[in-house]
């Protein structure tokens, strides 16, 4: 009754009846967890209420028939990536407008007006890598934390692994010591050392879902950025700003 007693019956049981090393790689596993979890809720959080925000202004935008009453929208506009984009381009062209403006009333001080400046191809281009270079870096600060998600879905394998073989050697070395080789004694100690596996794929699967579905979603987002800064520059274009 009592050797009955001793061996453990349930997965609960082996955790807590588990040697040091397997209890602190399980440890270890658990706030690989929980973080994980915390990174997925915090940036699928983020993630949507930014997307929601942009989509709102994009429809916004899409009905706004001329310049000035698009760049009236960005301005009560809630902040958020789509009117940052949008106010960094009209800034961009205003700023350049003047400084050509100038340069061709120097070009042409016979003239008595010299008519209005706009952009010219080097300037335009600069405004689109300035438009990328916004986009880039709205995109970096979403997914900033992606790579910890990435990192414990691929490192949390491994340490489960670890403790699997750690806890084997020392079943091993116990049965060696107390000179017992049938399945009763062997299995209780090949079962814990299990468990970390167990406990590491169930890290690690989670984390890597959570980080392809979110990855994801934001690569969509910078897709949206990237298509309205294009409708900002087409806009720019058909009201003869550049």
Not at 16 to 30: C, D, G, M, R
Not at 52 to 58: G, I, S, V
Not at 71 to 90: D, T
Request: with cysteine; proline share 5%; aromatic share 6%.
């Amino acid at each position: 009754m009592q050797a009955r007693a001793a061996v453990p019956g349930t997965p609960l049981e082996l955790v807590l009846n588990a040697s040091t090393t397997t209890q602190v790689v399980l440890v270890i596993l658990a706030c690989l967890s929980l973080l994980s979890w915390g990174i997925m809720l915090a940036v699928g959080w983020q993630v949507g209420r930014t997307a929601r925000a942009a989509d709102a202004f994009a429809r916004e935008f899409e009905h706004a028939a001329r310049l000035e009453q698009a760049n009236a929208m960005a301005r009560q506009a809630k902040p958020g990536a789509l009117p940052r984009l949008f106010m960094r381009a009209i800034r961009f062209v205003s700023d350049a407008r003047v400084v050509n403006q100038q340069a061709l009333e120097r070009d042409t001080l016979d003239a008595p007006t010299p008519p209005p400046a706009t952009l010219s191809g080097s300037q335009i281009e600069t405004l689109h890598l300035l438009l990328d270079t916004d986009a880039s870096t709205e995109r970096d600060r979403l997914g900033r934390f992606l790579p910890w998600l990435a990192t414990i879905g691929s490192v949390s394998p491994l340490i489960g692994l670890l403790g699997t073989v750690l806890g084997v050697i020392e079943a091993f070395l116990g049965i060696a010591s107390k000179g017992s080789g049938n399945l009763a004694a062997v299995a209780p100690g090949v079962g814990e050392a299990l468990i970390a596996t167990a406990a590491a794929l169930a890290v690690a699967i989670p984390a890597t879902f959570g980080y392809n579905i979110l990855a994801a979603r934001v690569n969509r987002f910078d897709a949206r950025m990237e298509a309205f800064s294009t409708a900002v520059i087409a806009l720019l274009v058909r009201e003869g700003r550049i």
